[in-house]
């Protein structure tokens, strides 16, 4: 084998010493494009990504109410009944974390697109909560002033050689999770192993509280007072805990606090009190069936549908608009691209045939639309188009069309199609020029010599050659339009407004970033699948910008 | 277009003017008749006007003046795809998206001839240049030179009367056109077809043409067959143009009949043969081809005149030796010999003696 290798002149195999060679050529041209490669990175493909993957993210409601999604895994929505106190008590010790965190608001927002009124229900809660804590927090601070110390709670609850690190660790992750910020700073606390077996609510309800005051605030939780939801889990806890066999710090507070038989409240009477929406299953369904990782609920949403427990059901009639305008928008791409089509490609045929110098020139005009703003071309069309414009003006001045009646022909469908025809013409007819460019004149000749007229040596014999520009230009300009947004916004009312219009609605104003994630993914789909489709049919190599 | 006319003519040129820009005339007062079955070749360089004579013929530019006739009717008026007249481009112009059998039932079907018949005739013309086996192909899948034979036999399959070739052949490489040349010649005496041919290429005009039309500076130099042309050019354009060719500069100093004297620049008295000059004192540019001076005294009529001539160049050219002399001050004067074995080859630095037949020294304008 060894025979067969080949070797460099200094001894060394010859595919290495190649590929050595190369390598160089290779680093040096990736060092060349590096600059632009991580700019596009960083500015272009990982916005676009991560904006994309919002469209099926939903760990918000797995965050925000950690125990509660979990408690209500079991709940049967559809057995009529409200779920469990566990699971009313799992959404109190949840919410408490999350109105501190001030992230509940947020969650509220998320499950209002699914379910109207779930905001101000998350927002009206998030207040009361405090209500339903103070009942306890005071009796037992009543009972012993000592309650009213941090440093008492602190002394308890940390662990003095026997730590729970795992339910410490768990409690970072849940509060890093919630509030998006990393919850790994010193804490000076450590939950009581023990303690965690005797009193697991108490436990973990201060154990949450600790890493959240010592992390997100800054300060030590041994002498701050814990919130009132420890207070309250307490007495949850101290109800069925059995103290008898327990020694360490506090044992006498503890006992005396069992012995008192602090109030606790009722989960589910005290959030139906809050508001009777707690009391009815539709909240619960809501949150179940939107509690997983990852959801298909915002491209159910993008495309008129919704995720019930149930399974997938359309819209209301009423809120069934985005299919509509998904139609439309590809409808009235199509439009454009076609009156492009008729309108460039004489221009083009006149510039790949005039002599240099007047083609020269024609080829500037065609170019000063680039030299103008966008937003000036734009708005030179609503002068042009609206009633009072000057298309309308003149009309009415050659008695074409009565003062009374004139055209409207903005804010509708006809002012989009007319302005951005205008404004992508010259996309359309720049490769249909390039291709033009390289068919000589003498293909022509040869079909007029043949025997055919004008027309039949245009249409089988130019015309079949110039598709590819045609193509090339109808890609181009189709897939500019199908993600238009200014010209539709500004001249398009609502008849003539895209997609992409209501991309920035749910960017900017409704913030439901999920859904304009879904509604681009989907547009992102259609042009890739255009795409492919164009491929098939014509052929990609067909397609020549220059 | 039967021939009903009893003129001769089959094409005409009659007073044809030709100006692109208004101020230039590219094609002055061009006569031409051509009669049917005819090889004629336009020759000259570019910018002669002969391709615009084409195209008008063609019916691609339209005459400034004067009138083209085709079978005795005037064609001025008839738009090109009227005409039926094949043609084949220096590029080929095959359509690119069409395969060689579709290409070539395009004047067919634009013709409105059945489909069966169109298949007989797209067979029959692709045998004529022995393509058969490539109908299915694009023209891209194609050589050169196949391309030019389908080019070819596109022109001929709707049997055109008159066939117009521009370049036809200049983007080949020497041996295949040598092949083409001989094939269209063949194809063209076979079907008795009328051809027009463009080449700035002589050996091609040469070889191929029934008569060949010199074209310079939007005139015809001269129209004849190609021995006639070579051998006797009617003005010093032509005999530069065709074939190497040796001058001397003198003034004529005495005529008599088809004889004259000349008396070059340095004084030597020379015998020529007057064409296209008249008087004693006229200024004369003489011409005298290569392979027709003489080195051998005694192949020379007693009183010729002849030349001294020093040796400054020997070229070994295989067939043939090709010596560069110094005559009369002229240091481009080139003797061509045959590589015969008793044949004298010269060594530089060499004097000797050149003489020629008064005939063929043609004594032309300056």
């Given amino acids: 084998?060894?025979?067969?290798?080949?070797?460099?002149?200094?001894?060394?195999?010859?595919?290495?010493?190649?590929?050595?060679?190369?390598?160089?050529?290779?680093?040096?041209?990736?060092?060349?494009?590096?600059?632009?490669?991580?700019?596009?990175?960083?500015?272009?493909?990982?916005?676009?990504?991560?904006?994309?993957?919002?469209?099926?993210?939903?760990?918000?409601?797995?965050?925000?109410?950690?125990?509660?999604?979990?408690?209500?895994?079991?709940?049967?929505?559809?057995?009529?009944?409200?779920?469990?106190?566990?699971?009313?008590?799992?959404?109190?010790?949840?919410?408490?974390?999350?109105?501190?965190?001030?992230?509940?608001?947020?969650?509220?927002?998320?499950?209002?697109?699914?379910?109207?009124?779930?905001?101000?229900?998350?927002?009206?809660?998030?207040?009361?909560?405090?209500d339903i804590g103070k009942e306890t927090q005071k009796p037992l601070e009543e009972l012993?002033?000592?309650?009213?110390?941090?440093?008492?709670?602190?002394?308890?609850?940390?662990?003095?050689?026997?730590?729970?690190?795992?339910?410490?660790?768990?409690?970072?992750?849940?509060?890093?999770?919630?509030?998006?910020?990393?919850?790994?700073?010193?804490?000076n606390f450590a939950p009581d192993a023990t303690l965690y077996n005797l009193l697991p609510k108490t436990?973990?309800?201060?154990?949450?509280?600790?890493?959240?005051?010592?992390?997100?605030?800054?300060?030590?939780?041994?002498?701050?007072?814990?919130?009132?939801?420890?207070?309250?889990?307490?007495?949850?806890?101290?109800?069925?805990?059995?103290?008898?066999?327990?020694?360490?710090?506090?044992?006498?507070?503890?006992?005396?606090?069992?012995?008192?038989?602090?109030?606790?409240?009722?989960?589910?009477?005290?959030?139906?009190?809050?508001?009777?929406?707690?009391?009815?299953?539709?909240?619960?369904?809501?949150?179940?069936t939107h509690s997983s990782t990852y959801t298909s609920g915002y491209f159910l949403n993008a495309v008129d549908a919704q995720k019930t427990p149930d399974g997938v059901a359309w819209q209301p009639d009423d809120k069934q608009i985005l299919l509509k305008l998904f139609g439309r928008t590809i409808w009235m791409s199509l439009l454009i691209t076609f009156s492009c089509i008729?309108?460039?490609?004489?221009?083009?045929?006149?510039?790949?045939?005039l002599p240099m110098r007047q083609a020269n020139l024609l080829l500037i005009l065609v170019l000063l639309p680039f030299w103008t703003s966008l937003l000036v071309r734009t708005s030179a069309w609503k002068v042009m188009l609206q009633q009072q414009g000057v298309i309308n003006d003149v009309l009415v001045w050659i008695g074409l069309v009565g003062d009374g009646d004139r055209l409207i022909m903005i804010n509708n469908q006809f002012g989009t199609i007319v302005a951005m025809t205008h404004i992508l013409l010259p996309f359309m007819i720049l490769p249909m020029y390039s291709v033009m460019q390289t068919i000589p004149p003498s293909y022509l000749r040869a079909a007029k010599s043949l025997g055919a007229t004008n027309w039949t040596a245009f249409w089988r014999v130019y015309f079949p050659q110039s598709v590819p520009g045609i193509g090339a230009g109808s890609i181009l300009v189709f897939i500019l339009s199908i993600g238009y947004y200014i010209t539709p916004e500004i001249v398009g009312g609502?008849?003539?407004v895209f997609i992409s219009n209501r991309i920035a609605y749910h960017i900017s104003s409704s913030l439901n970033w999920g859904l304009a994630a879904a509604l681009g993914t989907i547009l992102l789909a259609a042009v890739l699948v255009l795409y492919w489709a164009y491929d098939k049919i014509v052929g990609i190599d067909n397609v020549k910008l220059g | 277009m039967a021939n009903t006319t009893t003129d001769h003519a089959f094409v005409e040129f009659e007073r044809v003017q030709k100006s692109y820009d208004g101020e230039i005339l590219v094609v002055k007062d061009l006569n031409l008749s051509m009669p049917k079955g005819e090889f004629l070749t336009m020759l000259g360089p570019s910018g002669s006007g002969k391709t615009t004579c084409l195209m008008m013929l063609a019916g691609f530019e339209t005459a400034t003046h004067g009138e083209i006739k085709l079978g005795g009717k005037p064609i001025n008026n008839i738009p090109p795809h009227k005409r039926g007249i094949g043609m084949v481009f220096q590029n080929y112009a095959l359509f690119p998206h069409m395969t060689v059998a579709e290409n070539l039932s395009f004047p067919l079907e634009v013709r409105k001839i059945g489909k069966s018949e169109r298949e007989e005739k797209i067979m029959r013309a692709l045998g004529m240049v022995q393509m058969q086996d490539f109908a299915g192909r694009r023209p891209a899948q194609l050589s050169g030179g196949q391309q030019q034979r389908i080019a070819l036999s596109r022109a001929l399959v709707f049997e055109p009367e008159?066939?117009?070739?521009?370049?036809?052949?200049?983007a080949l490489d020497k041996q295949l056109r040598e092949t083409l040349q001989f094939e269209v010649t063949r194809l063209a005496h076979d079907l008795g077809i009328t051809t027009v041919y463009v080449t700035h290429d002589q050996t091609?005009?040469?070889?191929?043409?029934?008569?060949?039309?010199?074209?310079?500076?939007?005139?015809?130099?001269?129209?004849?067959?190609?021995?006639?042309?070579?051998?006797?050019?009617?003005?010093?354009?032509?005999?530069?143009?065709?074939?190497?060719?040796?001058?001397?500069?003198?003034?004529?100093?005495?005529?008599?009949?088809?004889?004259?004297?000349?008396?070059?620049?340095?004084?030597?008295?020379?015998?020529?043969?007057?064409?296209?000059?008249?008087?004693?004192?006229?200024?004369?540019?003489?011409?005298?081809?290569?392979?027709?001076?003489?080195?051998?005294?005694?192949?020379?009529?007693?009183?010729?005149?002849?030349?001294?001539?020093?040796?400054?160049?020997?070229?070994?050219?295989?067939?043939?030796f090709r010596t560069r002399l110094r005559v009369a001050?002229?240091?481009?004067?080139?003797?061509?010999?045959?590589?015969?074995?008793?044949?004298?080859?010269?060594?530089?630095?060499?004097?000797?003696?050149?003489?020629?037949?008064?005939?063929?020294?043609?004594a032309l304008d300056a």
Wanted: charged share 25%.
């Fill in chain 2, 204 to 320: 091609e005009a040469l070889t191929m043409s029934d008569r060949v039309a010199v074209f310079d500076d939007g005139r015809i130099q001269q129209l004849a067959p190609p021995d006639q042309l070579y051998e006797e050019p009617e003005n010093s354009f032509v005999a530069q143009f065709i074939g190497e060719n040796n001058t001397l500069m003198g003034t004529i100093s005495k005529i008599t009949g088809d004889q004259c004297e000349v008396t070059l620049d340095d004084g030597e008295i020379i015998d020529a043969k007057p064409i296209n000059v008249s008087e004693v004192g006229q200024r004369t540019r003489v011409s005298i081809r290569p392979e027709r001076v003489e080195m051998n005294k005694e192949r020379l009529s007693p009183d010729a005149h002849t030349l001294k001539a020093e040796v400054l160049e020997f070229i070994y050219m295989g067939d043939i």
């Fill in chain 1, 494 to 496: 609502t008849k003539g």
């Fill in chain 2, 162 to 170: 008159l066939v117009l070739m521009d370049e036809p052949l200049g």
């Fill in chain 1, 342 to 353: 008729a309108l460039g490609y004489p221009i083009a045929w006149l510039l790949a045939n």
């Fill in chain 1, 144 to 187: 012993n002033n000592a309650w009213k110390d941090g440093e008492t709670w602190h002394g308890i609850f940390n662990a003095t050689d026997n730590a729970d690190t795992a339910l410490l660790d768990l409690q970072r992750k849940r509060v890093a999770a919630l509030t998006g910020s990393p919850a790994s700073d010193e804490v």
């Fill in chain 1, 203 to 288: 436990t973990r309800a201060y154990t949450a509280w600790a890493v959240y005051t010592a992390t997100q605030q800054g300060r030590d939780p041994a002498t701050r007072d814990p919130w009132e939801a420890v207070a309250t889990a307490l007495a949850l806890d101290l109800r069925t805990a059995d103290l008898s066999a327990y020694s360490g710090p506090g044992a006498d507070l503890l006992a005396e606090a069992q012995t008192a038989d602090l109030p606790v409240p009722a989960m589910a009477t005290a959030f139906a009190d809050m508001d009777e929406d707690w009391a009815g299953a539709t909240v619960w369904k809501t949150i179940q």
């Fill in chain 1, 1 to 130: 084998m060894s025979d067969a290798t080949m070797l460099a002149a200094d001894g060394t195999p010859l595919k290495r010493s190649l590929a050595r060679a190369l390598r160089r050529q290779k680093l040096r041209a990736l060092g060349l494009i590096a600059p632009l490669l991580i700019f596009v990175l960083i500015t272009f493909i990982v916005p676009i990504a991560s904006m994309l993957f919002r469209s099926v993210e939903n760990q918000i409601v797995e965050n925000t109410l950690p125990m509660t999604v979990e408690a209500l895994a079991d709940w049967d929505p559809n057995a009529g009944k409200t779920p469990s106190e566990a699971v009313y008590e799992a959404l109190y010790f949840d919410m408490f974390l999350a109105a501190e965190a001030k992230r509940h608001t947020r969650l509220g927002t998320r499950l209002n697109y699914e379910q109207t009124g779930v905001s101000s229900l998350f927002r009206q809660s998030g207040r009361a909560l405090d």
């Fill in chain 2, 329 to 362: 001050g002229n240091d481009d004067f080139v003797i061509k010999t045959r590589n015969a074995p008793d044949q004298v080859r010269l060594t530089p630095g060499t004097q000797i003696d050149i003489g020629w037949l008064p005939q063929d020294c043609r």
